[in-house]
């Protein structure tokens, strides 16, 4: 039997499936061509002439309608899976008991269709065919690739090229969709690549289906968990507790309904976010519970009851999958960290992303730094900071008023998390108020710790140690979003939110004994090599906790507030190149580049070094570079028992402090992406320290009597055009 004459056949069932509604012209339809199903009422586009008898020759049989429809109109809601719908009762042993068989296939994969087929005739199974949506079209239209809308599905984080597999996704949703508005009670769902492995039972009672299942997976590449049912001595079901695959699925009406909830919007590879919902799935998790994170948090409430059939019905075939190598972001490290599988090992297409691809279009090079630069920093943008985190609560609004006589446009203030820490939330909100008050901006410092974070050190909070990696988060994000709620109902909204402190190797990491999935270490363990540390899985759990946040922040502030990612490589821009084109790869949402440059602690720390954040420009457009924690020392001070007197470019006196401020203001500003300059350490006032800590309160803004030093009058000249500033020696 032809090509043709399987379509024929199959269009002329589905006429039959689709019921009284749509019979007008039913056999006018057929005999003019092939029509095929879309997810509305109608049939739909009139694709290729038909013949009666197949290419070879042998009339085609008239195939029976796989089920009818419903004969009411009533369209379910397929979010609303707490409504009870009444499904329409089947006539056991009869053909109407039969579960319709849906092939999903490519209209370009014709071969792959006449393979099905001819394999399905050989087993006496009639199917329908469901016309994919194709990957290749999808990638040429005017769909963008992080968040679009094709068919009625949502798409989120699929990048350009992921965008086939994307399609594979949508097809399902399709065909679920058009199970949902047809009210089918069951339906096999077949990809054109199955194979089965013996004949299906007949009728929907010769399945023998546990009385709670929505959806039966028919797959070896289900894993299988319990056996909970025992439909016959040749047949069983188990729980379903990881795998993967969509090639071949028994699925109920109400299945079909919670799917589409859970798929709303398609975040991830679509096997791995419909098992993520599975309930068995859950049940079977362990620490760090990885199968949280392909879950759609918008739909966490929703289940499924998941069974895996006992042989497998279906096997796949020899045959190179059509999505190729346009993998979503996360397929690797979801099939590594799920499934233990390794793409380049086990000959699974690797994701490997053009920089073309993976990375933002580059724009024009940039101007001389000396020249205007259209669409640059505005001068109100430009930021002038000062951190009032270490100022005592009884003297913040003092200092607030003097920063804001003198220039500073900015309070950063840093928050950890336990309320019974050093920086908690009572006293940021103190502190937040006394800079709203003194006509400052706030920004806030999030360490996600409660301690503080740097580069050698992202302590877990004590609450959220023992969290795996999917509660971890969830509580960054109610945090995130919880904290913006009370600097908001206090009246002192933060402009800037700074998700995590310098996590130029990651955040949140992982307890000493823990898996190391479990948090975002972007180093090796210092313990050594570690089973569960692999540098692509960390950057997938590192985007999923900063975009965590940053969906916090745009729950509470959409539009007031501006993300930033906060970095210790002011001194080493090749280093914050690689680790933002990482995050840009990884989709990692931010608004601002926040860089530490301080003389003391970076090495060759000039102001030279701080003019190559122009090298960023043109490789992210769009994201100015604030210099987020900036010192200097205008003292000389104690340290391990010697007595330091200079830094690289200037001596650490009151003059030599304001000389390097001044200079760091006018290389910040004149670069086409300077975004702003912060100070660090404005309020160590307290001379009387013991030896190391005596070259923290070097750093201050402020002298040990309270009186502010001269650096200070350079934050006021920062926002004069035309300024200049002179280097002293």
């Known amino acids: 039997m032809g090509v043709d004459g399987v379509l024929y056949g199959a269009m002329q069932a589905l006429a039959a499936f689709l019921g009284p509604r749509d019979r007008r012209n039913r056999k006018d339809q057929s005999r003019r061509g092939f029509l095929y199903l879309h997810d509305s009422h109608q049939m739909l586009r009139q694709t290729a002439p038909a013949q009666d008898p197949g290419e070879d020759g042998t009339p085609m049989p008239d195939l029976p309608a796989p089920h009818p429809l419903a004969a009411d109109d009533h369209q379910a809601t397929p979010h609303d899976l707490r409504r009870p719908v009444p499904v329409p009762r089947v006539r056991p042993g009869t053909r109407e008991d039969t579960p319709p068989v849906f092939v999903i296939n490519l209209d370009r994969d014709r071969q792959r269709l006449a393979a099905m087929a001819a394999h399905l005739s050989a087993w006496g199974v009639e199917f329908t065919r469901w016309p994919a949506t194709d990957g290749n079209a999808l990638a040429d239209g005017p769909h963008q690739p992080a968040t679009a809308e094709h068919d009625g599905v949502v798409l989120s984080g699929f990048d350009h090229f992921a965008l086939p597999e994307a399609a594979c996704g949508i097809s399902h949703i399709r065909l679920w969709r058009t199970i949902v508005e047809h009210r089918i009670p069951w339906a096999l769902v077949l990809e054109d690549d199955a194979r089965l492995t013996r004949r299906p039972p007949s009728g929907i009672g010769e399945w023998r289906l546990p009385r709670d299942a929505d959806i039966v997976l028919l797959n070896k590449r289900a894993t299988p968990g319990a056996t909970r049912h025992e439909a016959s001595s040749v047949m069983s079901y188990a729980d379903v507790v990881g795998g993967a695959g969509t090639e071949g699925y028994l699925l109920s009406w109400e299945g079909a309904r919670k799917l589409l909830a859970v798929t709303r919007p398609l975040l991830n590879p679509l096997d791995f976010q419909m098992y993520a919902h599975f309930a068995s799935v859950q049940r079977a998790d362990i620490f760090p519970f990885l199968w949280s994170l392909p879950r759609n948090e918008a739909a966490d409430e929703v289940a499924l009851n998941a069974y895996r059939l006992a ?419």
């Open 311 to 729: 042989p497998p019905l279906v096997d796949h075939a020899n045959t190179r999958s059509s999505i190729g190598n346009g993998r979503h972001r996360r397929a690797r490290f979801l099939c590594r960290a799920l499934l233990g599988l390794n793409f380049d090992i086990e000959g699974y297409y690797p994701y490997q992303p053009t920089a073309a691809t993976a990375l933002p279009a580059r724009v024009a090079a940039a101007p001389p730094l000396s020249a205007p630069v259209p669409g640059g920093i505005a001068e109100a943008d430009f930021v002038t900071g000062a951190d009032l985190s270490h100022c005592p609560v009884g003297t913040a609004a003092h200092v607030a008023r003097t920063l804001a006589e003198h220039g500073v446009t900015t309070a950063r203030i840093s928050l950890w998390v336990s309320d019974e820490s050093t920086m908690n939330l009572a006293r940021t909100l103190r502190l937040a108020t006394a800079a709203t008050d003194a006509g400052l901006g706030v920004h806030l410092a999030l360490h996600y710790s409660d301690t503080w974070a740097d580069p050698g050190r992202q302590k877990k909070p004590a609450a959220w140690h023992d969290l795996g990696i999917g509660a971890l988060r969830t509580n960054v994000r109610t945090y995130t979003s919880a904290v913006l709620t009370e600097l908001a109902d206090n009246g002192t909204p933060p402009t800037i939110v700074q998700l995590g402190n310098e996590i130029t190797n990651g955040l949140l990491w992982a307890g000493k004994d823990q898996d190391e999935r479990a948090g975002g270490r972007l180093h090796p363990p210092e313990s050594g090599p570690h089973p569960y540390w692999e540098s692509d899985d960390q950057w997938v759990i590192v985007a999923e906790l900063l975009n965590a946040g940053a969906a916090g922040v745009r729950a509470v502030l959409p539009r007031e507030c501006r993300t930033m990612v906060h970095l210790d490589r002011g001194a080493d821009i090749g280093g914050a190149r690689w680790w933002l084109e990482h995050a840009t790869r990884h989709e990692i949402d931010f608004d601002l580049i926040g860089l530490s440059f301080h003389a003391l602690w970076h090495g060759d720390a000039t102001l030279a070094r701080l003019g190559r954040i122009a090298d960023l420009y043109t490789a992210f457009p769009g994201k100015p570079v604030v210099i987020t924690e900036t010192s200097h020392p205008y003292r000389k001070f104690r340290h391990e028992g010697t007595t330091r007197h200079a830094g690289p470019e200037f001596p650490f006196t009151p003059d030599g402090q304001a000389a390097f401020l001044a200079g760091a203001l006018r290389t910040v500003r004149d670069a086409p992406n300077g975004g702003g300059v912060m100070w660090w350490g404005t309020c160590f006032t307290d001379d009387q320290v013991e030896d190391g800590v005596d070259a923290f309160y070097a750093q201050a803004l402020f002298d040990e009597a309270g009186t502010p030093l001269p650096a200070l009058a350079a934050f006021g000249s920062a926002h004069q055009r035309g300024a200049s500033w002179r280097h002293s020696g």
